[in-house]
């Protein structure tokens, strides 16, 4: 715990401080009560607790008990010398100090920084209230003390106390925080000390004429230069006004001259009352005009510091555009002096942005709406700049041009360069867009096409144009969205989607490749996706020619060995599934490698290719016929309900290959023989080609060029 006499300490010049208060406080006490208070009754003037808030409201609270003790002990002091009764010095001492703390906290509290100029106004208000306030509850204090003293009147004293506390509460308080607030500038500010001076006399002449004679009420004179201080010199008029009206209006007073002598018989009372109301009138008429005034010029210097220390262009101009003020950033901007570019005026601006910036700036001052006007103007080093102006239109207060426009500006040639990069940049990812061979499509989260590119023409014969921000299902119709929604949806959740699509109506007859991927925002959220679509229809049509070489015999056209596997495990599990026979017939050419031999590798395979056509011919389409390597070929049937229709075939097979082939002049005559496999289900593929070897095998020992059958 600190000791008091340690604080003390730490406060250098503090105790003597202190004294000096308690001796202020003592003084203005003691005349307050020696000179204006009635017998039996208060003092009609008070300013002790006045001076003791102006000193609170510059120290710290830490420091208040110090100062609140010191002025109580003068106030205390001056009460005993006096010759008041103990009871009552005690008692009305201590309302005063419930004053000061009441006015002093309340105004600590809600203005911290009494020398904030942006806090004037509620520094006012929280003065007036808490200093009405605070002298009410001192004043019943006292109107009890003088009760339980003995004495009657009591409405007198409540209302002497209550305004002889609020005149100096009011008058002395707020002069001591004007003087501090003022400093050195209380006597005008530098440069205006002789103009401070001449105000000055000016009312103390006011006051001497008005003051030193009883005929005429001429008080009201006394306001003339009053204002006339308080417009030119503010807060510290306020200061040396008040102080001089109140001084001589109180000589005045106590010599019992001036405008208060003319009230007939006055007592000290009533004229001390007539004192206060005057002075009352002085402050209310002044400190407002000063705040008022204050605020004023405290917001004229920080917005014209704004626009003077702005980097954008702040300009005053006339509707049609002409300026009339402009800003000192005008040299950041375009490299012009303030007058140089009032004097150039539009001769800056690039003639083709003259129509449609004056326009612009016509539509705001006849509207009072605001737009953005952006135009070309020349800078002082010969190079055009882009500027956006941004207009408010204000009334100028000439009645003759009833609107002003104030407007900032800003070089925004970076930017328009930008844009224009950008434009150049969009236009070439376009093009490349637009020559790519794939369709490139954005769609929205709502299922709206916001980008086609010019493929969509060359694929479906469409203007792009014509599927902007309609949907998938009003632009592609019903039957393609059911197709392709479960790939909508997947990608609208955010997943990859690839897939194929057949010819049909919704691909335009080709085969096309489409993937989609999610346009995910940087919150994570999803905008729609891209579709990236191939037209894969040479793709696929190779696949089916390879797929094609690699089950068809190259030199008949007849399917290979493969083709024959698969349809033959086909025709088996048909065969199970329905009980339906099978024929399987297995052919050689007789006497083959004679003819290849003799007459060469080109003579035989005009021998294949004849007897491959010769045989095709025999069967149907359905039957399947292939070459399974060299002279062997095969021939399938399914639905042969008996042995005799095989028979029958192969009757018809030997009849249609015995004309000669004729080869380079050559005829060359071919025969084969025919083994057939006749079964009611077959165990399985191999069980089925051995059958039928069998058959042939037993053919071609019975003499060749015939056939023999073998059913199961």
Request: charged letters at 20%; one cysteine or more.
């Amino acid at each position: 715990m600190v000791s008091a006499a340690t604080r003390i300490e730490r406060w250098p010049g503090l105790p003597g401080r202190l004294v000096l208060l308690a001796a202020a406080t003592a003084v203005f006490a003691w005349i307050a009560i020696d000179l204006t208070r009635v017998a039996g009754s208060v003092s009609s003037v008070w300013i002790a607790n006045g001076i003791v808030v102006g000193v609170l409201l510059f120290k710290t609270t830490r420091q208040w008990p110090w100062w609140i003790a010191a002025g109580w002990i003068g106030e205390f002091t001056a009460r005993l010398l006096h010759g008041d009764a103990l009871g009552m010095s005690i008692g009305n001492s201590l309302a005063n100090v419930l004053e000061i703390v009441c006015v002093a906290g309340a105004i600590r509290r809600r203005v911290p920084d009494i020398t904030d100029p942006s806090r004037l106004l509620r520094l006012a208000f929280t003065a007036t209230a808490s200093t009405l306030i605070a002298c009410a509850l001192s004043a019943l204090i006292a109107v009890f003390n003088s009760a339980v003293g003995g004495h009657v009147s009591l409405g007198e004293v409540f209302l002497t106390w209550y305004t002889a506390h609020v005149i100096g509460m009011v008058i002395v308080a707020t002069l001591m925080v004007v003087a501090r607030r003022e400093g050195r500038w209380i006597v005008g500010r530098r440069g205006r000390h002789l103009d401070y001076a001449l105000c000055m006399g000016a009312l103390l002449a006011v006051c001497a004429i008005v003051f030193t004679q009883e005929r005429l009420p001429l008080l009201f004179l006394v306001f003339v230069p009053l204002m006339l201080v308080v417009f030119r010199h503010g807060f510290a008029g306020v200061v040396g006004a008040t102080v001089v009206i109140a001084v001589l209006s109180g000589v005045a007073t106590a010599l019992e001259t001036g405008p208060f002598a003319l009230v007939e018989s006055p007592s000290l009372l009533q004229r001390t009352l007539l004192l206060q109301l005057f002075i009352t009138a002085t402050c209310l008429l002044a400190l407002p005009v000063a705040t008022v005034l204050s605020e004023r010029r405290r917001l004229a210097v920080r917005y014209r510091t704004l626009a003077d220390h702005s980097r954008d262009l702040v300009v005053r101009m006339s509707a049609d555009g002409a300026p009339s003020y402009v800003s000192p950033a005008i040299r950041h901007v375009l490299g012009y002096e303030p007058e140089e570019f009032l004097r150039a005026r539009w001769d800056l601006v690039n003639p083709e942005d003259i129509p449609q910036a004056s326009a612009a700036f016509q539509r705001i001052a006849e509207t009072g709406i605001s737009e953005p006007v952006t135009f070309r103007i020349l800078h002082k080093d010969g190079q055009e700049r882009w500027v956006e102006v941004a207009a408010t239109r204000v009334e100028s207060g000439d009645p003759d041009a009833p609107w002003e426009l104030v407007a900032s500006a800003r070089d925004i040639s970076k930017r328009m360069q930008a844009l224009a990069a950008l434009d150049e940049s969009q236009s070439r990812l376009r093009a490349v867009a637009d020559n790519m061979p794939a369709l490139i499509v954005h769609i929205d989260a709502d299922e709206r096409y916001t980008f086609i590119n010019a493929y969509y023409e060359r694929l479906f014969g469409r203007k792009p144009d014509e599927l902007l921000g309609r949907t998938i299902r009003e632009a592609r119709g019903e039957e393609a969205y059911r197709e392709w929604a479960p790939f909508i949806h997947r990608a609208l959740d955010g997943e990859e989607q690839k897939f194929e699509r057949d010819p049909s109506a919704s691909s335009a007859g080709r085969y096309l490749q489409s993937h989609f991927v999610p346009d995910v925002a940087p919150d994570g959220s999803n905008r729609g996706f891209y579709a990236l679509t191939f037209d894969i229809t040479p793709l696929k049509q190779a696949e089916q020619a390879l797929a094609k070489l690699a089950r068809v015999d190259a030199l008949t056209g007849l399917g290979n060995r493969r083709q024959f596997d698969e349809r033959l495990e086909q025709a088996i599990a048909r065969s199970r599934r329905q009980s339906s026979p099978l024929v399987l017939m297995s052919l050689d050419l007789d006497k083959f490698k004679a003819i290849n031999d003799t007459h060469g590798h080109l003579a035989g395979d005009a021998v294949l290719q004849a007897f491959a056509g010769r045989l095709t011919a025999c069967v149907r389409d359905v039957d399947v016929v292939a070459r399974l390597g060299g002279d062997e070929f095969v021939v399938l049937i399914e639905d042969a309900r008996t042995a005799q229709v095989a028979e029958l075939i192969a009757q018809k097979i030997l009849t249609v290959v015995r004309p000669p082939v004729v080869f380079e002049g050559v005829h060359l005559q071919m025969g084969t023989s025919i083994g057939i496999a006749f079964v009611a289900q077959a165990a399985s593929a191999n069980a089925l080609i051995a059958l039928a070897d069998k058959a042939l095998y037993e053919a071609k020992s019975a003499g060749r060029n015939t056939w023999r059958v073998i059913e199961d």
